[in-house]
């Protein structure tokens, strides 16, 4: 059962989420940061604005009170609170959070206070008609300034404005406690209230103009890209993937079109390289054995193995070859070799050379002494019934002996192949020089291995070159099985 294709994920998707997380965390985040900044230094340069002011106010209020003013320290106030020239308001409440100069409270006070050193008394004046504006138990800035005698602020939002107020605190400094009282350290709240709303607009509507040329650049931004990534990388390196997916298919009739000077287009003339030098292995393997590219891919050394060697030779040829053109003498001898490889690769064997007009097969494996006997019925079969028409009357004799061989890498560093020697090497070869025309000789170790699945005749004598006793053959005659 093969895996599970794996779903693909195209890169110019992974480029655009790379682009846009960029886009969210890098400029997002500096227009957040900057609009935040904006708002951050807008809200403290009004804090740091009021507080001037309510310094100014607080300290002009001070002077006037100190010598006993306090009429015309009101006057003051009134004359702040009507001047449209201040973008902010003004209010003077007593430590107990009722507005002051509205009531004789405070002049009764004092008067009180003066009286037992003979200081000035205070004319008390008409008694309002209207309760007096007082600040509430919920407004606990107020009530924070009077007891931490600290300077609070509060920000609150009234029918879509933005609304901050500052209350600053008076304190009760020796020279104001002499008509005050001492038993006080807060004297009153001088409450400052500013709309802010127009001063928050800009940088609101900075980050939203940044906001929108970031929305647009996220999305331009990224197809652009997409764009650009598809034309330049994308489709350049799928023709070059479908060049691949031929080639390692087995045809090499397709190249890449390289266009301009960048690295992918380097890369396809690189694969067009390459393609042309599979090209040529590809057709240099056509004369280099099975045996040879297996070896090259295991970086096989040398060992030994037991295996059955198949030689066929052409009968003839040299007397074929004299009165004829090289043309037809090569397309002759090229039919028959073909023929015989073709049976020898449908047995399992594998050719291992050509010398000439001889054939060196080679078979390994289980029943591979059988599987080389039906290759030669059938190469003699084949040749003996359209030898005339197909052959031009060529015939072979062929031999087969089996047994223990060395495999190995033979040659110079330069140029070597894969091949077998061994003593049952020289003796197939021998045995096919022995055969007649038409007819296959099998040693005694071949006849023995394949007994009950082939027919022969014999056995004969063989004196060959190299031994002293005669060998053992046989006529292979036919495959039972």
């Known amino acids: 059962m ?8 195209p890169i110019a998707l992974k480029v655009d989420l790379i682009i846009i997380l960029s ?11 900057l609009a935040v900044r904006q708002f951050t230094a807008t809200i403290q340069a009004t804090d740091d604005a009021l507080r001037r002011q309510s310094q100014i106010i607080y300290y002009s209020i001070k002077n006037l009170m100190l010598p006993g003013d306090a009429p015309v320290a009101s006057q003051f ?4 609170q009507n001047n449209a020239g201040l973008n902010a308001s003004f209010t003077l409440y007593r430590r107990t959070g009722v507005e002051a100069f509205v009531d004789n409270e405070t002049i009764r006070r004092v008067n009180a206070n003066n009286a037992p050193r ?7 004046r008409p008694e309002p008609t209207e309760t007096p504006d007082t600040v509430g138990p919920e407004e606990r800035n107020f009530w924070e300034a009077v007891s931490t005698q600290t300077v609070t602020v509060f920000q609150e939002t009234d029918r879509g404005r933005t609304i901050r107020t500052l209350d600053t605190p008076l304190p009760n400094d020796p020279p104001c406690s002499l008509c005050h009282g001492t038993d006080h350290s807060v004297r009153g709240i001088l409450e400052t209230t500013v709309d802010i709303t127009d001063s928050l607009r800009q940088p609101r509507d900075s980050a939203l103009l940044a906001s929108i040329i970031f929305v647009v650049l996220g999305t331009a931004l990224p197809l652009l890209l997409t764009q650009f990534l598809r034309r330049a990388v994308i489709l350049p390196i799928q023709r070059i993937g479908d060049v691949c997916r031929t080639v390692a298919a087995g045809a090499f009739d397709k190249k890449v079109a390289p ?4 690295e992918i287009s380097e890369l396809g003339r690189t694969v067009n390289q390459m393609v042309d030098g599979l090209y040529e292995r590809f057709q240099l393997s056509k004369f280099v054995s099975a045996s040879t590219i297996r070896s090259i891919r295991e970086s096989a050394e040398g060992s030994r193995q037991p295996a059955t060697m198949l030689f066929s030779d052409v009968r003839g040829f040299t007397a074929f070859s004299a009165d004829r053109e ?6 002759y001898l090229n039919l028959i070799l073909d023929t015989q490889t073709r049976i020898v690769q449908a047995n399992g064997g594998d050719v291992d050379k050509y010398v000439g007009d001889q054939v060196f097969a080679l078979f390994t494996g289980e029943g591979r002494e059988l599987a080389a006997c039906r290759a030669a019925i059938s190469i003699q079969k084949e040749i003996a019934s359209t030898k005339e028409g197909v052959y031009g009357g060529l015939s072979v004799g062929i031999g087969i002996d089996t047994g223990e061989v060395v495999m190995g890498r033979i040659g110079s560093e330069t140029r070597a192949d894969f091949t077998v020697i061994g003593d049952r090497v020289n003796t197939a070869a021998r045995l096919c020089g022995a055969a007649l025309a038409g007819t296959v000789l099998v040693s005694e170790a071949v006849r023995v291995a394949a007994e009950s699945t082939i027919t022969t005749r014999g056995p004969y004598g063989l004196r060959v070159k190299g031994k002293r006793d005669p060998l053992r053959v046989h006529i292979l005659t036919g495959i039972t099985s």
Do not use: C, W
């Open 77 to 80: 106030l009134g004359d702040i």
């Open 2 to 9: 093969s895996a599970p294709r794996r779903r693909s994920f």
């Open 326 to 331: 090289p043309e037809t003498v090569v397309r």
């Open 118 to 124: 003979g200081a000035k008394i205070f004319a008390v």
């Open 23 to 33: 886009l969210v965390v890098g400029i997002g985040a500096g227009i957040a940061v």
């Open 259 to 262: 266009r301009g000077n960048d």
